[in-house]
């Protein structure tokens, strides 16, 4: 699974944007880390920022849906916390077993699906209703 920033990732809701590509570039330096057999050492960064982004990025995006009203926020909610637990086994697995040969591979896969069926859907139907919303486009420019 490709991970790179394209159109289909776009929000148009700024902030968001800036979080997601900060984590397409996270993605694409453990990539490129392990293509240079490197991944051992970026995996831990790897971890930590996307710790980072669980905790900041997806609660300010949770604050921001709950201040607009979305009504689309519980099931949105819902992926975050799915983010969480996903983002918890690969941490497990790394403090349990350290690094392995298939935990990279195993986390570019998760960030991928995630990337794909999140960012690019459930994130991009978010930008459609802001962007639809006049009253909501007026308050956040």
């Known amino acids: 699974m490709s991970i ?4 289909e990732l776009i929000t148009g809701i700024d902030f968001i944007d800036r979080q ?3 984590f397409v570039t996270i993605m694409y330096r453990l990539l490129e880390a392990m293509k240079n057999g490197e991944g051992k050492e970026e995996l831990p960064n790897t971890l930590r920022f996307m710790e980072f982004h669980a905790i900041k990025a997806l609660k300010a995006e949770e604050e921001f ?20 637990e996903e983002l918890a086994a690969l941490k497990d ?7 392995t040969v298939s935990l990279p591979l195993t986390f570019q896969r998760k960030m991928g699906d995630w990337l794909h069926h999140h960012v690019a ?4 139907i978010l930008g459609d209703y802001v962007s639809s919303n006049k009253k909501i486009m007026e308050e956040i420019s």
């Open 93 to 99: 697995m790394y403090s349990q077993n350290g690094y």
């Open 4 to 7: 790179k920033w394209t159109s």
């Open 20 to 22: 997601h590509k900060a």
């Open 121 to 124: 859907k459930t994130d991009v």
């Open 65 to 84: 849906m709950e201040k607009i009203g979305y009504p689309g926020a519980d099931f949105h909610f819902t992926q975050h916390k799915h983010f969480h």
